[in-house]
């Protein structure tokens, strides 16, 4: 017989199992990838219509927002991101962009994809925009939408919302947060600080896998939503498109059930924890893991008022090399971290407590396991002196 050229040895899947500390996605909580395992509900199933409901208030309850406005969308989160700008945004519009990292530059990019002519405020990396400098470029002529990120992952940097929020509402500004590293992780009010548009993903602090991002929005960006007379660019990304889907009697379909369940089983999961205590609890671990870095004589990156708990950005010695440490945690102990982007690429490690891995006994694992790694670099370093660092803060904070 001939062989078939188009057959290939096609290996059942066997993915390592590896403790996820870089800057995401993090481990999965076993409850939700069990529940990604159900069967997907067929349309017009009842359990459809409970599924949107837990959905529905889970995302209030997350975002801190009582609107009806907010859905689930199946991609990576930057799919919630550009769903956003495609749908607000019509061709010449002005967008004011925050960018002290990566993710900001992306939405520099993703508003530019869109037609929309984009100004920004810089602030160097390792520092966040400064609110004054952003609110005085608001006016004359006034954006029609201002984006921020407000932690960015690249960084490791938290950017302070309230104020500009405030100042956004009060001239009629739309402000789009991209909130995909912080929802679940830190303090995000998006009612309270007048964020207009707010986009997660679920693969980072809210414990669950990539592929996920939700978005929820206020009375006055369905209102420009509303007005708009054309369609989006993008069939797919059209939010009036999307909610209407979502949120039809009966349900006609509802794609991709399994990440709903992935979604609704995380949300679950968070509110039984508590909003806050889940809060406090990246805050001790992200304390622990950098009051650990520390005692080993590593340098953290950026200012260290404005740092976020969930990432931790670490310098890389001098002498030691960036990808060949890395390489050695997941080789001999199965732990990741991430290298960094652009200006620090090489120069940082990027090592996250996010999710279920924001816990002591993850800080402790991914700090003993560097800290053999340096020593076979020759780095000097106090045998232990991380980890009883570490487990200090944690039991002080
Ligand atoms: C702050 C921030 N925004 C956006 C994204 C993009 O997420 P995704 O890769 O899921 O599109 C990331 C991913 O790391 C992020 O950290």
Redo the contacts with the bound molecule.
């Keep these: 017989m001939t062989p078939d050229p188009f057959a290939a040895r096609l290996d059942p899947l066997d993915p390592p199992r590896r403790l996820l500390m870089g800057?995401?996605p993090s481990n999965a909580e076993g409850r939700v990838l069990r529940a990604m395992a159900q069967p997907p509900l067929p349309p017009g199933h009842p359990g459809v219509e409970r599924l949107r409901d837990q959905v529905a208030s889970g995302l209030k309850a997350v975002y801190r927002a009582d609107t009806p406005y907010g859905l689930p969308l199946q991609?990576?989160?930057?799919?919630g991101?550009e769903a956003a700008l495609a749908s607000l945004l019509e061709p010449g519009d002005r967008v004011l962009v925050g960018v002290y990292g990566h993710?900001g530059e992306?939405l520099c990019t993703l508003a530019q994809r869109h037609g929309a002519s984009v100004e920004r405020v810089d602030a160097e990396w390792g520092a966040h925009v400064d609110p004054e400098l952003f609110i005085t470029r608001l006016t004359a002529p006034r954006p029609k939408l201002a984006a921020i990120?407000?932690?960015?992952?690249?960084t490791g940097i938290l950017q302070p919302l309230e104020e500009i929020g405030r100042a956004c509402h009060a001239q009629d500004t739309l402000l789009l947060v991209?909130?995909?590293?912080?929802i679940g992780g830190c303090q995000l009010e998006t009612e309270a600080w007048c964020l207009d548009m707010v986009g997660g993903?679920l693969?980072?602090c809210l414990g669950g896998p990539?592929?996920c991002?939700s978005l929820v929005w206020s009375e006055r960006a369905q209102a420009v939503l509303s007005r708009r007379r054309r369609p989006p660019h993008s069939a797919y990304l059209d939010l009036r498109r999307l909610a209407d889907s979502w949120l039809a009697q009966p349900r006609t379909s509802l794609a991709a059930t399994p990440m709903l369940y992935a979604l609704a089983e995380a949300l679950s999961i968070v509110q039984a924890e508590g909003l806050a205590e889940r809060w406090k609890r990246h805050q001790r671990a992200g304390a622990a893991l950098k009051a650990g870095l520390q005692a080993m004589g590593l340098r953290l990156f950026g200012d260290p008022r404005h740092r976020v708990p969930m990432i931790s950005i670490v310098e890389v010695p001098e002498g030691v090399s960036e990808p060949g440490v890395r390489q050695q945690l997941l080789d001999d102990h199965g732990i990741e971290i991430m290298a960094a982007f652009g200006p620090l690429r090489g120069r940082v490690w990027r090592i996250g407590s996010m999710g279920v891995n924001a816990r002591l006994e993850c800080v402790l694992a991914v700090l003993s396991a560097l800290e053999t790694v340096l020593a076979s670099y020759s780095v000097r370093l106090e045998a232990g002196a991380g980890v009883r660092a570490a487990r200090e803060r944690f039991l002080r904070e």
């Design positions: 800057s995401g991609g990576a989160s930057r799919a991101l993710f992306l990120v407000h932690a960015d992952t690249s991209d909130a995909v590293l912080s993903g693969q980072k990539p592929g991002a």
